[in-house]
């Protein structure tokens, strides 16, 4: 009974097994492209290319804390909006405005910061 068992997890394994191809080789885009999805894989890297650098790409994952902030509510006085507002001339002093960050090691947490920056401008 042993015997039965071991060579059906040995045929199986061997059967359900995928090949262990380089996540940048031509032949694992040959093997996706293979198996006939609705995209088609292709290069967007050089073969060389350290995977290290490609997961630093893939951006940040936040632990979810729940934040526990006062709701502050506030009256319309009536005042007008003005036709434009320039922080840094508003906040003169505060060198972080002026500032210009280097994000080109960052992934796809861009979207979520203009996708921010999108909603505070509708609400200004």
């Known amino acids: 009974m042993r015997i039965v068992f071991v060579t059906f997890a040995t045929l ?5 097994t995928q ?22 894989a292709g290069r967007n ?7 290290s650098h490609i997961k630093g790409l893939l951006g940040l ?3 979810e804390t729940p ?3 006062e709701t502050v509510y506030h009256e319309d006085n009536g005042e007008e909006l003005p036709k434009e ?6 906040w003169s002093k505060c060198e972080s405005i002026r500032e210009i960050r ?5 992934g796809s947490c861009w979207v979520t910061h203009c ?4 909603y505070l401008m509708e609400i200004i």
Not at 19 to 40: F, T
Not at 85 to 90: C, E, L, T
Not at 102 to 106: A, K
Request: with cysteine.
């Open 115 to 118: 996708e921010a920056n999108c």
């Open 45 to 51: 890297f050089d073969k060389d290319t350290p995977l």
């Open 12 to 16: 199986v394994s061997c059967v359900f």
């Open 85 to 90: 507002f320039d922080a840094r001339k508003q």
């Open 19 to 40: 090949p262990q191809l380089h996540l940048l080789s031509d032949e694992y885009i040959e093997h996706l492209n293979s198996k006939n999805l609705p995209w088609k």
């Open 102 to 106: 280097d994000q080109s090691g960052c």
């Open 61 to 63: 994952k936040h632990k």
């Open 67 to 69: 934040l526990n902030l």
